[in-house]
């Protein structure tokens, strides 16, 4: 079983940057391909990125693509996403998510891709 907690979220202002975390626990964190997914009030939730178990590829939705950045610590058992340039539109509840399917492919921006989900933190941008 994998556990995957997720942190960083909170209410910034239009502009501002933040960065998420994504803690996993339970197995080695390499085996995975991981992604981050968003769903805000009322919508199905979204693709945001993807990454695959070694960090060296990495798949942007184009609404997120040069504002947003996916890395990984497979040391630390974790994942990350930078924030930049927030929009009032980028508002939802952030999820990790993690796929133990190898290599990444175009699936990997599909959420049924993906076994084990986070609870999920709050992202608030205020215009």
């Known amino acids: 079983q994998v556990q995957l907690v997720e942190s960083g979220g909170g209410l910034v202002e239009a502009g501002e940057s933040l960065t998420l975390s994504c803690a996993v626990s339970?197995?080695?964190?390499?085996?995975?391909?991981m992604a981050w997914f968003r769903q805000a009030p009322g919508k199905e939730r979204q693709f945001v990125v993807a990454?695959?178990?070694?960090?060296?590829?990495?798949h942007y939705a184009d609404s997120t693509k040069g504002r947003f950045t996916i890395s990984r610590d497979n040391a630390k058992n974790t994942l990350y996403l930078q924030m930049s340039s927030l929009k009032p539109e980028d508002t939802a509840v952030y999820y990790c998510?993690?796929?133990?399917?190898?290599?990444?492919?175009?699936?990997?921006?599909?959420?049924?891709?993906?076994?084990?989900w986070g609870q999920g933190t709050q992202v608030t941008v205020s215009s």
């Open positions: 998510a993690a796929d133990p399917g190898i290599p990444l492919n175009i699936a990997n921006m599909y959420a049924w891709k993906y076994t084990y």
């Open positions: 339970g197995r080695s964190f390499s085996d995975y391909n």
């Open positions: 990454i695959s178990w070694s960090g060296n590829s990495t």
